[in-house]
């Protein structure tokens, strides 16, 4: 018995040993997400997550408090564990929204149509609360979205930060 347990705990150690082997990352290169960059990021003025609810429904959106300037909205369902994220890009972004938080990053196909408020597109895309992206967001309490080679990085103002675990609580 105590040499089976022997051979599983090696075998453990060589695998984590192989999955510690990385290939060098190529910038730019989109088939490489992109690595944490160090500390969490800093709120900027003005700015923050603000969460709302209405019935069964709940919006999670950062951005300028009571204007039209969203960066990223996450809308759910009570309990559904799903979500729907939007965002504003312009006219020549891919239809996706790729989001990133603490390391975890993914890319979600979203559907493209013209905005009626801003010069450029509404992209929307659904995805479960489970993806490991929006766990970490939940854990670290920022959320940052890539829009082509730009990363915009989304952290609450102080006193904010237990909106975004509100949301994910009333989501499920």
């Not at 695998?15 to 992109?34: I, K, Y």
């Not at 809308?75 to 504003?88: F, K, N, S, T, Y």
Request: hydrophobic share 40%.
């Amino acid at each position: 018995m105590r040499e089976r347990a022997l051979f599983v705990l090696s075998a453990l150690a060589m695998g984590a040993a192989a999955c510690a082997t990385v290939e060098p990352t190529v910038p730019g290169d989109p088939a490489t997400p992109p690595a944490a960059r160090g500390p969490a990021p800093l709120p900027v003025e003005g700015y923050d997550w603000f969460y709302s609810t209405d019935d069964d429904a709940a919006r999670l959106a950062y951005g300028l408090a009571e204007s039209d300037d969203l960066k990223l909205g996450l809308d759910c369902r009570r309990g559904a564990g799903r979500l729907e994220m939007v965002a504003i890009a312009d006219n020549r972004a891919k239809p996706e929204i790729h989001v990133e938080s603490g390391g975890e990053s993914e890319r979600f196909r979203a559907a493209s149509e013209p905005s009626e408020l801003h010069d450029g597109v509404f992209l929307s895309a659904e995805a479960s609360i489970a993806e490991p992206v929006f766990q970490r967001f939940r854990r670290v309490g920022w959320l940052a979205q890539w829009r082509d080679d730009t990363r915009e990085a989304y952290a609450p103002q102080p006193g904010s930060e237990a909106n975004i675990e509100r949301f994910f609580a009333f989501c499920g």
